[in-house]
């Protein structure tokens, strides 16, 4: 049979990791071409902030290296940003002239950085916080200057925070919200992570939104609306993402929060798929690797020719090491009206665990320091479980709720408890 050809924009997490199930289903389907905005084979962006801190190497992250590409037959376009797609010719056409033909088209090209429409944001000095390039330029600033100003209190901020401060820089978070990873975390757990990263070092300003970036041939500080100047050499945007649609809205792609594709990952085009940080899937767009690894496995089965697999959503579920601390949040932890919070809360040991109930169903749960279980959570959340046998123990985790479950309750219990493990 002859070979169809398969396109990649993006060569990033969601997109290789299609391809590497793509590779698992029918190897010898396509003939491969991959284009990769930046100049190096795929690597695990999760990794980036040991990388700033100092506690690994770029090479370390490497998830494919470039033997990996040569041995599957791809042919890999690294350092070429995808400029355009011709629909009616069908191929894609690289920034510096290069085109590549397809029969099917894969975009995943995820998010770009959110960069504050402020006085100043585009001073030198003042950098994103989202790829290599990005970290290498805090790594060489941080060997020069002496302060800085991260704008974002949130999971990308916080680590960059912890890295300027680990390369020995006075370092300054400025969060709009009034606390900080306000999308994972409550107000006790949150002050809890504060109080923690204080005790390394770094400074806060919370509800504090910024003004303006001031400086005059480089950065030289942050104003805050309430008119406080915080002085730095170095300041860093991570005050969100945006899904990275541009390419799919010139080809005339139907995008809304993101690229839009429906349960097969399949776009308005039936010839091109997405999958990523790029795809706005019933509504949502995700940002978290999970979500993205299932789309990537519903695709591959559809590029491959099966026609089996669906996406239907993920619940929202963040399992994260933040600066070393262990963290985990899932579907409605902040509860409400109709809702009930229990909560182990014990901040000499810094560990913190609630779960929130609704009609005897898990609706939420949020941990802090000690994340045993946050699987088996997930799951119950996911399936609605009924949980009144076992709600009292929830907070205590798996193994405290298979002792109180009646039979046959144990069982499951105790699976879930392996399946956390």
């Known amino acids: 049979m002859t070979r169809q050809r398969l396109v990649v924009v993006g060569n990033g997490m969601a997109g290789v990791r299609t391809l590497e199930e793509l590779l698992r289903l029918a190897p010898e389907r396509y003939d491969i071409t991959v284009f990769g905005a930046e100049p190096h084979p795929n690597y695990n962006r999760i990794l980036l902030s040991p990388v700033l801190a100092g506690e690994m190497t770029t090479d370390e992250i490497v998830l494919n290296g470039l033997e990996w590409y040569a041995a599957h037959g791809i042919t890999l376009h690294l350092g070429r940003r995808a400029a355009r797609i011709d629909r009616v010719r069908r191929a894609v056409v690289a920034d510096d002239g290069t085109e590549a033909p397809y029969d099917r088209l894969l975009l995943a090209t995820g998010s770009t950085p959110v960069v504050l429409p402020v006085p100043g944001a585009g001073l030198p000095g003042v950098l994103t916080y989202r790829d290599l390039a990005d970290t290498d330029a805090m790594i060489r600033a941080s060997e020069r200057c002496r302060r800085a100003v991260v704008i974002g209190g949130g999971l990308l901020g916080l680590e960059a925070a912890n890295g300027l401060r680990a390369r020995g820089m006075n370092v300054t978070v400025v969060h709009l919200m009034p606390w900080l990873m306000e999308r994972q975390l409550d107000e006790t757990a949150a002050g809890m992570l504060r109080a923690a990263l204080e005790a390394r070092g770094i400074g806060f300003r919370l509800a504090a939104e910024t003004a303006a970036i001031v400086g005059d041939e480089r950065v030289g500080g942050v104003r805050l609306k309430s008119g406080e100047t915080i002085a730095a050499e170095l300041v860093v945007m991570a005050a969100g993402i945006r899904p990275n649609v541009e390419l799919a809205k010139t080809a005339g792609l139907y995008c809304g929060r993101g690229i839009v594709v429906n ?76 809702t009930e919070a229990i909560a182990l809360h014990d901040p000499e040991a810094g560990v913190y665990r609630k779960v929130v109930l609704q009609a005897d169903r898990l609706v939420g749960a949020v941990l802090y320091g000690d994340a045993e279980g946050a699987t088996w959570l997930a799951d119950l959340i996911a399936a609605r479980t009924d949980v009144s046998a076992i709600r009292d123990a929830l907070a205590f985790g798996p193994d405290v709720a298979a002792l109180l479950a009646p039979s046959p309750a144990p069982e499951v219990a105790d699976g879930a408890a392996r399946k956390a493990a």
């Open 263 to 338: 349960d097969t990952m399949q776009t308005y085009d039936p010839r091109i798929y997405a999958v990523g940080e790029c795809v706005a899937h019933r509504g949502v767009a995700y940002g978290l690797v999970a979500p993205l690894y299932d789309m990537a496995r519903v695709c591959a089965t559809h590029l491959a020719g099966f026609g089996i697999g669906r996406y239907q959503g993920s619940v929202p579920a963040t399992r994260l090491k933040v600066t070393g601390i262990e963290l985990f949040s899932a579907g409605d932890f902040t509860g409400g009206a109709g």
